[in-house]
């Protein structure tokens, strides 16, 4: 499962030593020399509702050459499924992205027109969104210039791009990349390129339902790595494999793979790896979870991925697992200081406000580690999450256990790319400011870590209730989410922190952390929706949910109070000790749900608190977000790890660039990691 200010100037000193001690100086004085370093420049290009953004890797000066190799390794491996993640998020991808960057190579005309312009954001939205639909929306994207523009352009360039493919940009077909309304055939309504035409709803369900685990307590991840169709009336799954589905490009991130495997820290490390070129090699699933028992148990060394077809956000059903691949380099102050969460697990366990028989008794291998990005490919960029935690299967998680990660320098660059100008509009008064801008950065960190390292590993089905996918259909991602996120905020009002070190005050801390989500979850994250639309993507319809039901619960005892002032809507934290106790209330409630596998529940909570929106809210933080130059959504472009060989051809250094633009890494992939021929 994945979590989706102040710029210092460094220096570099040399100190000039003269012979012999102070007193034998006579012309020339010892003098430190102290050169300034420009500021990293973290913001690339802004755009539509985007900001595109650069980090850093800290740490990778400390790395030898065969960590570096390895990272290198690890990194060409993930790119080289890039075009996996354009064409499972929509048929036709692959297709229009060569039209129209063949439009934008060739293109000799008038680039001054509006429409060019329009034209270039279009492209550059599509790059940001590994296809047509919105990243975090789902919705089609909306070009602003005419078909018969497109059209135009496409012959002055000797372009082809007709049918379907052209006829979708422009229509209303496909309009949903992931359609999750009630009432409807998800599948059907789905844009998303995970099934066959004219597979349903039953269909997807029937077809696994009769499919049996060798070990029930144990189950497969059925349809994790698959297409489902129809042939001939009958459901047959294209497995992702080599000499399958996306073979050749399978193929490559095996052939890379390999020679990662080559370079690994550690005999464990390499055992997994290899266990991964198996699974892509047969398909098999055994493999798969046999990969991610020796994967979740490799913790040494200070390199680490992941990589395949992972996370199920993007699948209406939550089978089939989107691409994606983000190579890890361990920071070590960071980890040592936040390692206490995991050493802690049981005692979070222990006392939380479960049912006891849905605590674990015995929580297992949580390994919590800050960490620095090196590359980042698939669903997981240029939109990237900031932490993740892993194995997804609740098997191996309470059996085995599972690794969490914070993306340390993606943090530090939204950190540092950003200003507080639309926090000052939307916070009640000075005093949540104060807390927000002294604690918020703090809190988030360690709701991040609460939430992957405590919330995800928390909590046991009952005996016999099958998989979320399973009993929660189309909710399971946003009860999951949600259920994590009430994990960490019911502990970040405790003292529990303080005393392990993590915090000096926990109760600012907490309350910080408090104000920042009642006031996302309730307002301000409405500037991502277009008036009148109802909240789709799970992570926003989770903070929704969790902030709807808490003010509603509350609003006896005033928890929260709803303060109109000059005409302008803020939210008021006036009891955090009876908020802490609701957030425990509506976790005790959403692991009952998960626990016992009860939809009805389910539905009821997301439909009533997760989904509608107050129109007239909306238009006013609309109205309000609109001074705001700042784009609500960013994401990031990755360093470029350039290998230095010698005559040999041996590598002998890896030096680490930037891109200057968006537009000459988007290209630069399309070039260079262009493994899939057309594929629908």
Not at 345 to 363: G, I, R, T, Y
Request: proline letters at 3%.
């Amino acid at each position: 499962m994945n979590f989706k200010q102040i710029l210092g100037v460094a220096f570099v000193s040399a100190t000039l030593f003269s012979c012999g001690n102070d007193k034998a100086k006579t012309t020339e004085e010892v003098t430190e020399v102290k050169i300034a370093e420009a500021p990293f420049n973290y913001n690339v290009e802004q755009f539509a509702d985007i900001k595109v953004l650069r980090y850093q890797i800290p740490g990778w000066e400390n790395l030898s050459l065969k960590e570096q190799k390895l990272v290198y390794y690890l990194t060409q491996a993930g790119l080289s499924g890039r075009d996996i993640i354009w064409d499972q998020n929509y048929k036709h991808n692959l297709k229009i992205r060569e039209a129209l960057e063949q439009v934008y190579n060739n293109y000799e005309g008038d680039k001054t027109s509006a429409d060019w312009n329009a034209f270039v954001v279009y492209l550059k939205r599509v790059w940001f969104s590994n296809g047509i639909h919105h990243h975090y929306s789902n919705d089609k994207l909306k070009p602003e210039f005419s078909s018969e523009y497109l059209k135009m352009l496409l012959a002055e360039t000797d372009t082809e791009l007709e049918g379907e493919a052209f006829d979708v940009i422009f229509n209303d077909k496909d309009a949903k990349k992931v359609n999750l309304a009630k009432g409807i055939d998800n599948v059907s309504a789905s844009a998303v390129n995970f099934y066959g035409e004219g597979v349903t709803n039953a269909d997807v369900e029937s077809f696994y339902k009769a499919m049996q685990s060798p070990d029930p307590t144990k189950p497969l991840s059925y349809g994790l790595n698959s297409k489902l169709v129809k042939e001939g009336g009958v459901l047959k799954e294209l497995k992702y494999k080599s000499g399958g589905l996306y073979g050749e490009a399978i193929d490559e991130i095996i052939k890379w793979l390999e020679l990662a495997k080559g370079v690994a820290e550690n005999e464990a490390q390499a055992n997994a790896l290899g266990l991964l070129i198996e699974y892509y090699t047969t398909g098999d699933l055994q493999t798969w979870d046999d990969y991610n028992v020796a994967w979740t148990a490799a913790t040494e060394g200070n390199v680490d991925y992941i990589n395949s077809f992972i996370e199920v956000y993007n699948d209406p059903l939550g089978y089939r697992g989107s691409y994606e691949s983000i190579i890890q380099i361990k920071d070590f102050d960071m980890s040592k200081k936040m390692a206490v969460l995991s050493e802690n697990a049981q005692w979070f366990e222990d006392n939380s406000p479960l049912m006891e028989e849905h605590k674990k008794k015995n929580v297992v291998g949580v390994t919590y580690k800050v960490v620095n990005v090196a590359g980042e490919a698939g669903d997981a960029s240029p939109s990237t999450p900031i932490g993740v935690n892993l194995p997804n299967a609740n098997w191996i998680r309470a059996a085995v256990g599972s690794k969490s990660v914070s993306l340390g320098n993606i943090v530090q660059s939204y950190n540092n790319a950003g200003g507080s100008e639309r926090l000052k509009e939307f916070v009640n008064d000075e005093e949540e400011l104060e807390l927000e801008e002294a604690y918020g950065q703090l809190g988030d960190k360690l709701h991040t870590a609460l939430h992957e390292v405590v919330g995800h590993a928390s909590g046991q089905l009952n005996p016999g209730v099958g998989e979320t996918k399973e009993t929660l259909k189309n909710y399971a991602s946003t009860l999951e989410e949600g259920r994590a996120d009430l994990v960490a905020l019911y502990y970040l009002y405790d003292p529990k922190l303080q005393e392990l070190g993590l915090v000096e005050d926990w109760q600012k801390v907490g309350k910080a952390t408090y104000d920042g989500y009642i006031r996302n979850g309730l307002m301000t994250q409405l500037i991502r929706l277009n008036l009148g639309d109802d909240v789709e993507e799970a992570h926003m319809r989770n903070r929704q949910w969790v902030s709807a039901w808490v003010f509603e619960k509350g609003q006896a005892d005033n928890v929260i109070e709803k303060v109109t002032r000059d005409g302008k809507t803020y939210f008021n934290i006036t009891d955090y000790e009876k908020l802490h106790k609701l957030f425990g209330e509506l976790l005790r409630e959403t692991q009952r749900i998960k626990s016992e596998g009860d939809f009805q529940a389910v539905e009821a909570l997301v439909e009533g608190y997760g989904v509608k929106v107050d129109q007239t809210l909306h238009a006013e933080v609309l109205e309000r977000n609109a001074q705001f130059k700042s784009a609500p959504y960013s994401g990031f472009v990755n360093p470029v790890l350039v290998p230095v060989t010698d005559n040999n051809g041996e590598i002998t250094a890896i030096e680490v660039t930037q891109p200057e633009t968006f537009d000459e890494q988007m290209l630069d992939y399309s070039n260079r990691y262009n493994f899939l021929p057309e594929v629908n």
